[in-house]
């Protein structure tokens, strides 16, 4: 199999066992059939779980193909719910060996699961409990060795199966609009990590990359100048963001940045790699949109974000908690929320699907993650499915159905 590693493996946190299987040949022939494997994956491993997962085309050259996602299958009271993983996470993730996890049961102690090399497990650690979420990102690291991690972690609200919780990814959040926190959190897990060493085969990788960048440079003719955070958001471009912005980073092959990286408490405009202040990165559009409409100014919607990261808070819940008033939000009272562990339900209000919002039939967005490719990026450009089955067919060796 060509692109993928033909392999899945499911862990059970009740009695810790793990169990690898092999994947059809014709896995990567259409996008909805990777959903449907990954449902019965889960179905038959007992149903009361999720699944983390790259697409088909993740880690390949076609434009934005960073994406993995978190997919916990419908049950009895909840719908299907998806988020996105972004930055490097999605390709991280399919170089560990596995083209999905499947997590099921539930933790009898504080831990959480560790991916690498072909091998899943559950880790004991009574710690990480009393964590924060970039503090359990810190504690994985450090524990493991390896700065280069990727953490999907639960944060205090996630642990106390809060609806309006949100996995940080790493130090960031912005992905998740579902909940996918309090999942972790019914489980007992604090956190996910994975690291991949891993290579991908291509059919044929020269006219893989041939077709992979004439579509990118058509694609970047179409889309303009590119302004970081600003290209999608009205807020960030006025001056108060501006005067914080340090720099603007992408995904995994993507030409088009939408990661804007600001500074509170040191020169912006200084690049060096021994400053004392982590900074924080923003991708979450309709957080700050929606800050940006109560009246806070730049610097208090990036502490914000910062502080609601670290509780593993979903921000738009945290902010409807709060009074409102002519003058702004008060970072004491956001703080009281944070601690208090905030609104039982997410924030109801328009705008708040993020990644899943942009595109006119909705079932791109799902088709997108299936492939592995940024469901943000790909609404901005267009999801033309013959110019992605056009650039994909040569490194995948078969036709791609996308329904
Ligand atoms: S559009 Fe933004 S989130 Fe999507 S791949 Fe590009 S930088 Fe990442």
Redesign the pocket.
Known sequence: MHLVNGRYATLDLSSGEVQEHELQDDYTRSSFGVMATIDAAVASAGGAGFALASGILTGSLVP?S??GFIRIPHSESNPTRMC?L??FMGVELKLTGFDFVVITGKASGDGYVWIRDGIIEFVASPEIHKCDSWERTDKIRSDQGDRKIQVVAGGPWGDHGLAASQLTMNYWGGEDRVGAAAELGRMGLSAVAFRGMGELELLDPEEHLARSLALMRSQIALLGPNDGLAS?SEAAGRDDFRGLLHRN???????????SYYKLYEDAKVMTFDNKEPGYLV?DVPSVERMASLRMDAREIVEALKRCARYGAEPMAVVSALPADETGVDMTELDAVLISNGPAEPWSGSSSGG?SESFDDSSDYETCLALGL????WA?AGFNRDSVCSVAEPALGMKLDMG
């Open positions: 934005a960073c994406a996105p972004t930055g999608f980073i992408s995904c995994y092959a993507c030409p088009f940045p939408c990661r991708y990644f940024c469901p943000r990026y901005r």
